[in-house]
């Protein structure tokens, strides 16, 4: 079996915008109610995650979805968004 030494710096973060993109196109199903019910609660979770992650796009996004939710809707979205954070 080879064995590789990787010494590029960006290694580790290969892939990190195609992950944050994933995680927005979750946002905006949950948003949107595409191909599952609307929860503004899990959108706002995935948004926050993805805006983490590195998109901007879900960062604006996050921001506007903040606007119609009620404080208790936004800290349920970032207890749950914290909890996937630390369990991934």
Do not use: P
């Not at 290969?14 to 949107?32: F, K, P, V």
């Not at 599952?36 to 609660?41: L, N, T, Y």
């Amino acid at each position: 079996m080879a064995r590789f030494e990787i010494f590029d710096a960006d290694f580790g973060t290969a892939g990190t915008t195609a992950q944050a993109d994933i995680l927005c196109e979750l946002g905006l199903m949950y948003a949107s109610g595409r191909d599952c019910e609307v929860d503004i609660v899990a959108a706002h979770k995935w948004f926050n995650i993805a805006a983490i992650k590195g998109s901007d796009r879900a960062a604006v996004l996050r921001s506007e979805l903040s606007a119609a939710m009620s404080k208790l809707e936004i800290a349920q979205a970032l207890r749950q968004a914290r909890e996937w954070m630390t369990m991934h």
